[in-house]
């Protein structure tokens, strides 16, 4: 198992631009979240799903969008990128049947200028 | 609603020495405390959840519901121990965590 996979790594955007955060997992986990890591605040959730078609807004969901439309993939997509938005995020997933364990992608270092 | 609270933002220690991170949480249901560590450049991992009650890596926490606690502590730190660490409250619907602000710890030789 390749476990959660998200691309890409790195990304400088200009204020405005759009792009997609992709996140992968192939241990066929239901749950699956989008959280932003900003320094010093700790890990707050964007967006979260518990399954296949079904996504609802964590904390901070404002400027980002996310779908489901299948169970292993949950992208996050930025429509309008703002200087706020420079963040590291993670993808996690987690198969609340198996012990509640949730498991991280390994980041992805945004930054907009 | 819930919170956890990590008052240190970093802990600068000897190698030998005792370590203890504080987390304290606020939430109004049955509570579901973990510790996630996150070594540099690599990805948060799970290193103990307060329902095994198991030591991992030398680590240990104990819940105390009175204090709303679940302080990491160990009793010889090593310089292999400097990472990131995440306090992190579960146990709701959706099973998403709330995380702490983390406490870096800084391991001296």
């Known amino acids: 198992n390749a476990g959660v996979t998200q691309t890409p790594k790195f990304r400088i955007l200009k204020i405005g631009q759009s792009m997609t955060l992709q996140c992968t997992q192939d241990m066929n986990h239901n749950y699956m979240y989008w959280y932003r890591q900003d320094p010093g605040m700790g890990l707050k959730l964007i967006y979260y799903?518990?399954?296949?078609?079904?996504?609802d807004k964590g904390e901070v969901p404002n400027g980002y969008n996310v779908s489901r439309s299948t169970t292993e993939d949950f992208p996050l997509r930025l429509e309008l990128a703002a200087p706020s938005q420079t963040s590291v995020y993670f993808c996690a997933s987690i198969k609340p049947s198996s012990g509640n364990t949730i498991y991280f992608g390994e980041g992805s270092w945004l930054t907009v200028v | 609603a819930q919170r956890v609270t990590q008052p240190e933002k970093l802990l600068s220690v000897f190698k030998g020495a005792p370590v203890e991170l504080k987390c304290n949480y606020s939430y109004s249901g049955s509570p579901e405390l973990f510790w996630y560590v996150q070594y540099s450049r690599q990805r948060l991992q799970l290193l103990l959840r307060?329902?095994s009650r198991e030591s991992i890596k030398g680590f240990t926490a104990d819940l105390n519901k009175g204090e709303t606690s679940f302080h990491l502590k160990k009793p010889f730190a090593q310089e292999e121990d400097s990472a990131m660490y995440y306090c992190a409250l579960g146990g709701n619907a959706g099973n998403m965590l709330t995380f702490g602000g983390g406490t870096r710890l800084m391991v001296k030789p």
């Open positions: 307060h329902i």
């Open positions: 799903s518990v399954g296949a078609g079904i996504t």
